[in-house]
């Protein structure tokens, strides 16, 4: 092969000046690094990102009905990349964006760790005024079946309008595009790897739907809309702190070389209703007595832990486990490190790790707050033919 030259493309996405409209709200749009929104190139294949007002407005001028939006671009990371030192900027920068009188936040993310960021901002930003929303795009908007513009009409439409002024996670609904979801920032998990309605609330409901018409609250007890500027920025973590998925026969050395790293912190997701095998006690006494925090959570990550009901159970408890009843095990992870980023005294750790702070611990799971059923069911079948024809 011989190269005779070649031509250098400039990717540029039409822009179009955003119009600025009379007593729309405005909403900031923070970006990390996911692709919001975009389009194909056909001449080379490319899909280009679109960031700016002007780009986005381009490529989806509905968002010029909902809101006066402007975009700043913090990162430009993949969402695996995202950790502590992007959480405290987001957090600092939200909290200069409450300040300055915004109406609401929409931060763009990757979906892979979209939830670990929103169960962090969660603890970070406390006492919010406005909604404060993440999403991002299960599929390119170089495909037909692409959620990317629709989710980001439901963030801004939530962003601007909506009276939850919470951290929320907005993805799609159903498998549709009739309505997206409102999920609260600590109990959310992206459950498909590929599935635009991925994201799912783990041991209860939804906080609200959203469409295009409007955001309706699923729950009654969410925190209201206010119009004072009052928000509380807490941006610590500690970056010694893990978490340690249990299975048979896991060795004791595990936890032995997370303690001689200087790990701070663990998380265990336990079997069961919070259990491991008899071999790691000694460990774990060891790690108690070197000042190591461990607390306890269930792999099932539906339910509750439950350290009460077998003697082996007891028997951890005694040794310094500490049971963080329904906490899913990435939330807990992320709350220990904001934590440990505060304090190290063991009874402060213990009481912050209990208190919640927005549901990351319930006082039980709704009737309807546990749904998984099987294909093939006849029950189930005859529900989804309903929306699948």
């Known amino acids: 092969m011989k190269e005779i030259g070649y031509f250098k493309a400039t990717y540029k996405i039409p822009e179009k000046e955003f119009p600025v409209t009379p007593n729309l709200p405005k909403v900031k749009l923070l970006g990390t690094g996911g692709t919001i929104a975009s389009r194909l190139d056909y001449r080379t294949g490319a899909v280009i990102p679109a960031f700016s007002p002007g780009e986005l407005y381009g490529a989806v001028p509905e968002l010029a009905d909902i809101c006066n939006l402007t975009t700043e671009k913090l990162f430009a990371v993949f969402s695996e990349n995202m950790g502590p030192e992007q959480y405290k900027a987001l957090a600092i920068a939200i909290g200069k ?11 763009g993310h990757g979906t892979d760790t979209l939830s670990h960021t929103a169960a962090a901002l969660t603890f970070m930003v406390q006492n919010s005024p406005i909604p404060i929303v993440l999403v991002g795009s299960q599929r390119s908007s170089d495909r037909p079946s692409s959620d990317a513009a629709l989710n980001l009409m439901h963030a801004t439409t939530a962003a601007g309008h909506s009276d939850i002024a919470e951290v929320m996670v907005c993805m799609f609904g159903p498998t549709s595009d009739e309505y997206g979801f409102l999920h609260r920032g600590t109990r959310v998990r992206k459950m498909h790897s590929s599935y635009r309605s991925t994201f799912r609330t783990i041991g209860d409901t939804p906080v609200a739907t959203v469409s295009r018409a409007g955001v309706k609250p699923i729950k009654e007890d969410y925190n209201h809309r206010r119009k004072d500027r009052k928000v509380k920025i807490m941006p ?16 004791p050395d595990i936890i032995d070389s997370l303690v001689e790293s200087g790990y701070k912190g663990i998380i265990i997701a336990g079997t069961g209703l919070g259990h491991i095998n008899k071999p790691l006690y000694p460990a774990i006494e060891r790690a108690y007595k070197k000042g190591v925090h461990v607390f306890m959570t269930v792999q099932t990550l539906w339910g509750f832990v439950h350290m009460y009901v077998y ?23 992320i709350k220990l490190g904001w934590v440990l980023g505060q304090t190290n005294d063991r009874e402060e750790v213990k009481r912050l790790m209990l208190t919640p702070i927005n549901d990351e611990i319930t006082p039980r799971e709704p009737y309807n707050g546990y749904l998984i059923y099987q294909g093939g069911v006849p029950e189930v079948e005859s529900f989804i033919r309903k929306f699948r024809k």
Do not use: H, S, W
Request: proline residues 6%; without cysteine; aromatic residues 12%.
């Open 97 to 107: 964006e409450i300040e300055n009188g915004i109406d609401g936040i929409i931060i």
């Open 236 to 251: 610590f973590f500690e970056e010694k702190v893990t978490i340690v998925y249990y299975y048979p026969n896991m060795q």
């Open 311 to 333: 003697d082996t159970g007891r028997d951890l408890m005694a040794k310094g486990i500490v049971p963080l009843e329904n906490m899913i095990p990435e939330t807990a992870y």
